[in-house]
């Protein structure tokens, strides 16, 4: 994205000059003493047999800058969970796995669940026990967090996304990435046909509201790559489901500053896996994310003060069919001026079935407002059980002493 254009409240920090990757390595070396850098890995077993992990494992060999590697594996046996530990052990860094299913980190989760509750297993859950971990170890001063499904991996694209954290020059304590999603066609329609449409159809009918503003800022909402500090990473908490991204953004708006969020501009183009719609079946693929994200969007709305009725959600609904067709006609005309293919059938099909996705999330809403809790900050988990990061660190430290 070769714009230097400011939207929205937060910084925007833009790749105007893709040839500098070296010179913010220098200066990352420079400020490794004083901000160590720890790096989250969520991963199924699954991603190990694909193609885009072992270019990521390449590309991470050349990562000088990074102290640690702590990668969340879930869905794996404990034949899966040595094959693991052997495909990264040709990394330089410091690495550890932490083996979700495996019977040590199950107890702590069991132990989590007796004082507090049971959550979704996935993603987030997988994503939050690794920044414990990390805090636990209390040897980093930067958490930093990206997917390994990522085809068009680079080292630039961690460079950059650690920059804004770890810089002594820039000082935020909060940055996500966003990108292009482009092949022989745009990608990325949970973004695209769902999350911004559905931001300003709120904004219309419920006005000029900080969150949304805030939310409306992000350029790739759902990008799975953010960096934050350790401090920051204490005070937080998140969902288990798919509205991770989203609860994370509105997690970091209630306990950060504006002043203090940034978005940086990763690379020229991301590639990794695609969903299917699956528009008949809320349960799986896209229909299910966008089900889980605006479940996490209500919730975070409804704690600002906003009162849902099934009247509301039915506007909702139009509202937002109207903002998403506006954008389908702005995306075949950009797709036509860059010689795209586009279906625009297809696309009005993702919209239809995000607009039923509205309808589910809200019904879903109205009948449990709350839903499961979102998995409490650390600081709380520290609080209520003293023992549980030594327990944590010793699991860990057992686990990844099998041969």
């Not at 694209?157 to 804004?164: A, N, S, V």
């Not at 504006?258 to 991301?270: F, G, P, T």
């Not at 001026?337 to 079935?353: G, P, T, V």
């Amino acid at each position: 994205m070769t714009d230097f254009f400011q939207n929205g409240v937060i910084a925007t920090l833009h790749r105007l000059n893709p040839n500098n990757e070296e010179m913010l390595i220098k200066k990352l070396l420079k400020s490794k003493k004083r901000r160590p850098i720890a790096l989250v890995l969520p991963a199924l077993f699954s991603e190990f047999t694909g193609k885009a992990l072992p270019r990521i494992v390449e590309e991470l060999k050349k990562v000088n800058y990074i102290d640690q590697i702590v990668l969340s594996l879930g869905k794996a046996n404990k034949e899966q969970f040595l094959y693991a530990k052997k495909f990264l052990s040709c990394l330089p860094q410091e690495t550890v796995i932490l083996w979700n299913d495996g019977p040590r980190l199950q107890a702590l989760y069991q132990e989590l669940e007796e004082e507090f509750f049971s959550w979704e297993s996935g993603k987030g859950l997988a994503t939050w026990m690794a920044y414990g971990y990390v805090l636990a170890c209390n040897k980093c001063h930067v958490i930093v967090c990206h997917d390994c499904d990522i085809l068009t991996y680079k080292r630039e694209m961690l460079t950059r996304l650690c920059f804004p954290i770890a810089s002594t020059q820039l000082n935020y304590e909060f940055c996500k990435g966003y990108y292009a999603r482009i092949t022989d066609r745009m990608h990325g329609r949970v973004t695209r046909l769902f999350v911004t449409p559905l931001i300003r159809a709120l904004i219309k009918i419920l006005g000029h509201t900080p969150f949304l503003v805030y939310l409306d800022s992000f350029r790739y909402p759902l990008a799975g790559e953010f960096a934050m500090t350790t401090e920051l990473a204490w005070r937080i908490r998140i969902p288990s489901d798919w509205g991770l991204e989203v609860g994370v953004l509105s997690e970091v708006y209630r306990t950060s500053t504006l002043r203090n969020i940034c978005q940086v501009d990763l690379a020229e183009n991301y590639e990794h896996k695609h969903q299917e719609l699956s528009p008949e079946d809320a349960s799986r693929g896209l229909l299910k994310m966008a089900v889980d994200i605006a479940k996490t969007l209500f919730r975070t709305l409804a704690s600002e003060g906003v009162v849902f009725s099934d009247g509301f959600f039915k506007t909702l609904k139009a509202t937002y069919v109207r903002e998403a067709q506006d954008a389908l006609r702005k995306y075949q005309n950009d797709s036509i001026i860059n010689s795209l293919f586009f279906d625009r059938h297809a696309e009005a099909r993702a919209i239809e079935a995000f607009a039923n996705g509205i309808i589910i999330a809200g019904e879903q809403i109205l009948e449990d407002p709350l839903g499961i809790p979102l998995i409490p900050s650390w600081s709380r988990v520290v609080s209520a059980l003293p023992e549980f990061f030594d327990k944590l660190q010793e699991v860990v430290e057992e686990d990844n002493k099998m041969k």
